[in-house]
């Protein structure tokens, strides 16, 4: 099974939340980092809006620097407790499209979608995720479709804003080939001007250089850096952190609105979501469930009860109340059960108050 997976970048983050959260900033050079004390601040550009760009300014740039190229920017402090708490509500509509989620910093993640999709159902999936963060919270996200990570990856940046490219599979060295070696994740500048020595600019000229030749410059990374080239990346999205939730879902081979189907089928991931819980030695308090409609639109529902436990009648129970409302006649294409607030430590309760 060929993999599918998207990589969502937001356009110039902490910038466009800055213009989104006061709106005289849209349109204007916003530069958000250090403050630049008319052009003696000893901090760097965090990031900056499109516009100030065109001034040359760009992220771990000097702020004095920046200073001096547009001084009549907006330049603002770092306020981090709001883009996290921005960052928390879009990951959360990425995360509910996933098979597998890798969030990798506050404005970029890696979504897995290989279960049951095609190309075809990825583009579109992009551009609902692309619609719910707009309508959500009034941001662009531009996003990069390929079989791993790193064409993913690239192909996310090539576009900027709003911007959606689809790398097709079998054709990642093709889509990689004419483009600079610095478009390659750990090619820093150091790296990027040894290569331009050995005449090496593009990564189709990188992926036909020696194998050998690339080890004996870069010891391993040469390996590494030779099969990127290539367009090969087996690396996994995965989460990098410990299980803080334990999901199961289910993807219907026919989409249905046959509600006694979905319930045994919901029965049914309880069981499996259950099992995995047991395994792990885990108890819960928040169920959630992930209803995905024909269209791909998906929803969530979620409870936390007043106790722990490890009860699978709570699960099955549970998750029926919280997707009732989605079984109306309204074909649906996936479902998924998700527990939450895990703990191995709590004294388990395994009743719960019938209501």
Known sequence: MERIILHVDMDSFYASVEQRENPSYKGKPVVVGSDPKGGHGRGVVSTCSYEARKFGIHSGMPISRAYKLCPDAVFLPVSMVLYKEVSRSI?????????????VSVDEAYLDISEGASLQEAVEIAGIIKAQVMEWEGLT????????????????DLDKPDGLIIVEPGRVAEFLEPLEVRRLPGIGSKNEE??????????????????????????????????????????????????????????????????EELYISLDGIAERVHRALMQQGFSFRTIGVKVRQE???TFSRARTLDIYTRDLDIIKRESRKLSREFFDGRKIRLLGIKLSNLSKSRIIQTTLDRF
């Open 91 to 103: 990951m959360e509509i990425l995360h509910s499209f996933a098979d597998k989620f890798q969030q």
């Open 295 to 297: 269209d791909f639109t």
């Open 141 to 156: 996200c531009s996003i990069g479709i390929a079989s791993n990570r790193t064409a993913a990856k690239i192909a996310s």
């Open 194 to 259: 040894i290569l331009t020595s050995m005449d090496i600019r593009t990564i189709g000229q990188l992926a036909r250089c020696e194998q050998d030749l690339l080890v004996n410059i870069f010891g391993k990374w040469g390996t590494r850096m030779h099969q990127l080239a290539h367009g090969i990346d087996n690396s996994e999205v995965a989460e990098m952190t410990e299980s803080k939730s334990i999901s199961k879902e289910h993807t219907f081979q026919v989409d249905t609105s046959d509600a």
